[in-house]
């Protein structure tokens, strides 16, 4: 398949898919902005903003999963990053993580509100994972090559381990997809990836 013809179908994929998914889970949606609310009385959403594709940035939305100073007590908690190379920040028993926001990363339930982005054509349902600003700037050459696509609501280390792979092994599977994708490809980490939510592994 050509590059055209599998970027066409990828796309009617991203959009048939992303609009069935956001009204099947209206529900579930719902029940987590209420429950959000109720805990801190925050609000719902958490924008960032986020590098797409050839360095576009875009708004991107999360359920808020953390209190509400957190970028405040990064500062504090910076040192105890368990992503050694320093590029991204990630922490299994993050001290800023609410009690619903643990469920909520626990089934990748904070995710949820990018399936808007994806039916904007900013995200894709599979890609490499949209960085922030801050962490892009640290990028080498070789890391760059992630934003030669449209970033992705799953992809290929997400269902091969997630957070607790190290960033340098996330970027070579990256690249790895980028150089097979394919509609076979999406469609089989697609399917991989509700396992691995459900299973919870790597997930915080």
């Known amino acids: 398949m050509g590059r055209v013809a599998y970027a066409a179908m990828k796309r009617s994929l991203d959009v048939a898919l992303s609009l069935g998914l956001m009204i099947a889970a209206a529900p579930v949606l719902a029940l987590v902005a209420a429950l959000i609310k109720l805990e801190d009385g925050g609000p719902v959403l958490y924008w960032q ?17 953390m209190v ?5 007590k990064l500062v ?18 993050d001290p800023r993580v609410t ?10 339930l904070d995710e949820l509100p990018q399936l808007w982005c994806v039916f904007r054509g900013q995200m894709s349902l599979v890609g490499p994972r949209p960085a922030l600003p801050r962490e892009v700037e640290r990028y080498s050459i070789a890391e760059r090559r992630r934003l030669d ?18 960033f340098p092994v996330q970027c070579q599977l990256d690249s790895e997809y980028i150089e ?23 997930a915080y």
């Open 49 to 65: 903003l986020r590098v797409g594709k050839h360095g576009r940035t875009f708004r991107f939305p999360k359920f808020r999963s």
């Open 68 to 72: 509400l100073d957190a970028e405040a």
């Open 180 to 202: 097979r994708q394919s509609i076979g490809t999406d469609l089989a980490i697609l399917a991989a990836t509700a396992p691995a939510v459900v299973s919870g592994k790597g």
């Open 99 to 108: 009690c619903i926001g643990r469920f909520l990363r626990r089934f990748s």
């Open 149 to 166: 696509v449209v970033p992705g609501l799953t992809c290929i280390w997400q269902v091969s381990g997630r957070s607790n792979l190290p």
């Open 76 to 93: 504090v908690i910076r040192a105890l990053n368990q992503h050694g190379d320093g590029v991204t920040f990630k922490m299994k028993n």
